[in-house]
T-cell receptor, first 118, second 117 residues
Framework: AQTVTQSQPEMSVQEAETVTLSCTYD???????LFWYKQPPSRQMILVIR??????QNATENRFSVNFQKAAKSFSLKISDSQLGDAAMYFC???????????????FGKGTKLSVKP | SQTIHQWPATLVQPVGSPLSLECTVE??????LYWYRQAAGRGLQLLFY??????ISSEVPQNLSASRPQDRQFILSSKKLLLSDSGFYLC????????????????FGQGTRLTVV
């Protein structure tokens, strides 16, 4: 079974600085998807960024980028120019690339709480 | 565009009472539907998923059940709530995985905070 581990329960960053959140996963599959979700105090889960395992190029979305190391099974999120609105819980998630049964399900890590200091 | 509605937003129920949380999706058909529970400090735990009407799979044995009476409706229920059922419940949907479909992420409802007293 696949597992997702986020080893940093809490992180803090100064406004306008850069912070990196860590995520590792365990799988025997070769094709899969990885995600970072953000959960602000409103508790609404918001997709931040997505990475397809078959793509070598790291995904980027504005100030958010990932460092995807497939061999190391590592998927970190870098937030540049941090803003107060970035303060939230961040969850790393894994999804199989198959089509049947439970393979559409997301497997989440326990999350990292990010604080942004003004 | 697709939207997902989940209600109620908050609920306080006594131990032993029944539960019914409802989730509906609009703007798509044949979605995969999910119920997650988020307990403090434990991330999101998948409770149930459904790939079609009347098709429910349970991931974790528990006091809860789920039903999908219509294609875009997903209901989480309990006959008798326990204190341990307290938590934040999230409904989500995704495009059903199939060849050629590139949309892979799940979209979440606003969540229901359930407190069992």
């Amino acid at each position: 079974a696949q597992t997702v581990t986020q080893s940093q329960p809490e992180m803090s960053v100064q406004e306008a600085e850069t912070v990196t959140l860590s995520c590792t996963y365990d799988t025997s599959e070769s094709d899969y998807y990885l995600f970072w979700y953000k959960q602000p105090p409103s508790r609404q889960m918001i997709l931040v960024i997505r990475q397809e395992a078959y793509k070598q190029q790291n995904a980027t979305e504005n100030r958010f980028s990932v460092n995807f190391q497939k061999a190391a099974k590592s998927f970190s999120l870098k937030i540049s120019d941090s803003q107060l609105g970035d303060a939230a819980m961040y969850f790393c998630a894994y999804r199989s690339a198959g089509y049947g049964g439970s393979q559409g399900n997301l497997i989440f890590g326990k999350g990292t709480k990010l604080s942004v200091k003004p | 565009s697709q939207t997902i509605h989940q209600w109620p937003a908050t609920l306080v129920q006594p131990v032993g009472s029944p539960l019914s949380l409802e989730c509906t999706v609009e703007g798509t058909s044949n979605p995969n539907l999910y119920w997650y529970r988020q307990a403090a400090g434990r991330g999101l735990q998948l409770l149930f998923y459904s790939v079609g009407i009347g098709q429910i799979s349970s991931e974790v044995p528990q006091n809860l059940s789920a039903s999908r009476p219509q294609d875009r409706q997903f209901i989480l229920s309990s006959k008798k709530l326990l204190l341990s059922d307290s938590g934040f419940y999230l409904c989500a949907w995704s495009v059903r995985p199939r060849l050629g479909v590139l949309n892979t992420e799940a979209f979440f409802g606003q969540g229901t905070r359930l407190t069992v007293v």
